[in-house]
């Protein structure tokens, strides 16, 4: 046995994106090694410069790569290791590894890992210390881990990272997970095309425990980034409940499915007297035919339901959208236009979130059905991603300018209600309707905002 990777540094884990928070992808897979008599460093490329020092010390470095834009860059990040460090072993793990294993096994990774991962890395790196050189491979490992409490030592400060916006000030906000993986199968989610219907809960402990460290840290308040907090309704509401006993001045949020607040309706008072800030949920779509489509599980009246539960129990519904689908119309765009203003949600919709087009990575289960096929062509492997069209010329032009209007709203900090009102009357011109306002963009008006998270992108 060579206990080369026990060294410190050795092993270098790195993360390049995770939706603005401080990655628990690279705080996770620390503590088990760690656990197992390792001293692995981290790198966040989200927040710091490349380290070539680093990558020129380690001997396996390990690319967390959650999702699609964490892919892109860990393509990136990996060219660059191998530059440095040439015998260096390379490992991608996260959702979308295991979905574009074969690219990335093309392009040199010495693994892929997916699902509950961790024990199947620290396994790796004791057969790489021992002089082993396993079998290329790529699998999901679903079975219940032992989680330790994530060790978050040596990650960049909290305040680098995505804030909760509220009443005029920025409260840095934590992130943590308290299950894995998803009971649903929605065909456009990566996560059920890895998990195929089952998830983990986390120890109620273990969770506590992060949030401790995280609110000694400076956080007051946490996002439960679960991919529905509500798969598991009883272990989320004895976690918030402890929460809110240990620190009633911290808030949070969680993700949901429509369906599930329905089904939990009950519930929601509970969590607005905990500190519940906001809900996300995945609306996808108001056509019932699109979210047919994509067998979301719920309908356009669900979703009004949805709301008014939220309402009464004073919690904010922040819906994320995928508007271009090839099956969406240019009326189901303006009709979710109109939903968002007639529903007083403008300030609740990030702008990016009218521009999200359906992505369909490798494994997508989307690919098993029949109705994709008419527009799909063919796999860009290096762009992670099947090519589709849409059957009406006029959406994708719309899709690519709607992009560059809300990107450059982004760069210049524009309202949410003025580039709201600007793509409509974009897509009115694209639709060939009479403007709604007249051609005239109406002045943002004075009011509250309702609290949001300072990172917008969900992708």
């Known amino acids: 046995m060579t206990d080369a990777l026990r060294q410190p540094g050795a092993i ?35 927040v710091e410069p490349f380290d070539a020092d680093k990558a020129q010390r380690a001997r396996l470095v390990a690319i967390s790569v959650p999702m699609h834009t964490a892919l892109r860059l860990g393509v990136r990040a990996a060219d660059r290791v191998r530059r440095l460090n040439a015998s260096c072993r390379i490992v991608f793990y996260g959702l979308y590894a295991l979905l574009n294993a074969e690219y990335l096994r093309a392009q040199g990774a010495d693994q892929v890992l997916g699902g509950e991962l961790e024990q ?53 906000a934590g992130y943590v997970e308290a299950s894995r993986g998803c009971l649903h199968t929605c065909l456009h989610c990566p ?17 506590l425990n992060d949030i401790r460290g995280l609110v000694a840290a400076g956080a007051g308040h946490i996002t439960f980034g679960d991919p529905d907090f509500l798969n598991g309704p009883g272990h989320a509401v004895k976690l918030v409940r402890a929460l809110h006993e240990e620190f009633p001045h911290v808030s949070y949020d969680f993700t949901a499915k429509i369906e599930h607040v329905l089904e939990q309706r009950r519930l929601f008072p509970q969590f607005a007297v905990t500190g519940c800030a906001f809900v996300v949920a995945a609306v996808e779509s108001l056509s019932d035919t699109v979210l047919t489509q994509l067998d979301k599980g719920h309908t356009k009246a669900d979703v009004v339901v949805a709301l008014d539960i939220l309402r009464d129990a004073g919690i904010s519904l922040r819906p994320s959208f995928v508007p271009f689908t090839p099956w969406a119309t240019p009326d189901d765009y303006l009709d979710l236009l109109s939903f968002i203003e007639a529903e007083g949600l403008i300030d609740h919709v990030d702008p990016v979130q009218y521009t999200i087009r359906l992505l369909i990575p490798p494994g997508s289960l989307l690919l098993s059905r029949p109705a994709i096929r008419p527009f799909l062509g063919v796999l860009d492997p290096a762009a992670f991603t099947y090519r589709w069209f849409h059957p009406d010329p006029r959406m994708d032009q719309l899709h690519r300018e709607a992009s560059a209007l809300v990107e450059r709203a982004a760069g210049s900090s524009e309202d949410a209600w003025t580039t709201f009102h600007r793509l409509r009357a974009l897509a009115e011109e694209r639709v060939g309707l009479p403007r709604t306002s007249g051609g005239v963009v109406p002045p943002p008006p004075e009011r509250p905002v309702p609290a949001r998270l300072t990172e917008p992108w969900f992708c």
């Open 12 to 46: 270098l884990l790195v993360s390049c994106y995770e939706l603005g928070h401080q990655p628990l992808g690279l705080a996770w897979p620390r503590a088990f090694l760690e656990r197992a008599g390792y001293a692995p460093e981290t790198l966040d490329l989200a």
């Open 120 to 172: 199947d890395l620290v396994a790796l790196v004791r057969r790489y210390d021992a002089g082993e050189a396993p079998a290329l491979e790529s699998r999901a490992t679903l079975e219940r881990l032992p989680f330790p409490p994530p060790t978050r030592a040596g990650l960049p400060a909290l305040t680098r990272y995505a804030s909760l916006a509220r009443a005029g000030d920025l409260v840095p």
């Open 191 to 207: 996560v059920p095309a890895v998990y195929g219907g089952r998830f983990f809960t986390v120890p109620r402990d273990v969770v």
